[in-house]
Each structure stands twice: as C-alpha cells, then as structure tokens.
C-alpha cells in the first residue's frame, strides 16, 4: 500500500477550479506536517502549499496566494488541495508529500505518485 495517493488531477480551462485529494494511509501517522508541490516538464519541483500540525499554520507559493487553499481532515487522513482561479502556468504534476514539522520547516519522508494539472488557455 502506497503511503500518500493523491487525486483529482484533470484537464481545465483557464479560469477554472479544481480539488486534488490525498489519501494517507496508516504508515504516515507519525507526520504532522503535509504539502502540495508540482512539477512541469523541464522544469524543477516546487513547493506549492504547506499545512502544519493539523491546521495550525500555513505557507503559500507568491504564484498561487489568494487563488489556492490547502486543508486536512484528520479524521479521515486526507489532505486537499483547492485550486481556484486556474491558470495554463498551473499546469504540471501535482504531488502531496508528508512529514514532521521541525519548527520552520517541515521534513518530507513520503511522497504520493502525482496527479496531472493540465489548464488550457
């Protein structure tokens, strides 16, 4: 069983919403912290949103404040991604991670297999 599995993924045109998911299973009960990163191609990863110790705080990517909100439902070990106000420069793999929050960072030790963005003009 995968540790993360994310959802959600599509096609959308500019303008448009969409919601990614992310499952986790049982060997991530030690995180605390979880996050959103995305990668287009030849480009590098980068980081998208972060949520710590259960809602307590959270950090955004300059590119996607005010349009992206990241949640967590502990009950139910998923995390969400709501992605509003799409733009075509959203588009890439999307992938959640988890991990223990150290303070002012949080440190990765799973990661879920992406989801594909894909927003057309």
């Known amino acids: 069983q995968r540790p993360l599995v994310e959802s959600g993924g599509g096609s959308v045109q500019a303008g448009g919403s969409l919601r990614l998911s992310c499952a986790a299973s049982r060997d991530t009960v030690r995180s605390n912290c979880m996050g959103w990163f995305r990668q287009a191609p030849a480009k590098e990863r980068e980081v998208v ?43 890439a793999m999307y992938y959640c991670a988890a991990g223990i929050d150290r303070g002012s960072w949080c440190e990765y030790n799973y990661w879920g297999q992406g989801t594909q963005v894909t927003v057309s003009s």
């Open 49 to 91: 949103a972060t949520i710590y110790g259960g809602g307590g705080s959270t950090y955004y990517a300059d590119s996607v404040k005010g349009r992206f909100t990241i949640s967590q439902e502990n009950g139910k070990n998923t995390g969400y991604l709501q992605m509003n106000s799409l733009k075509p420069e959203d588009t």
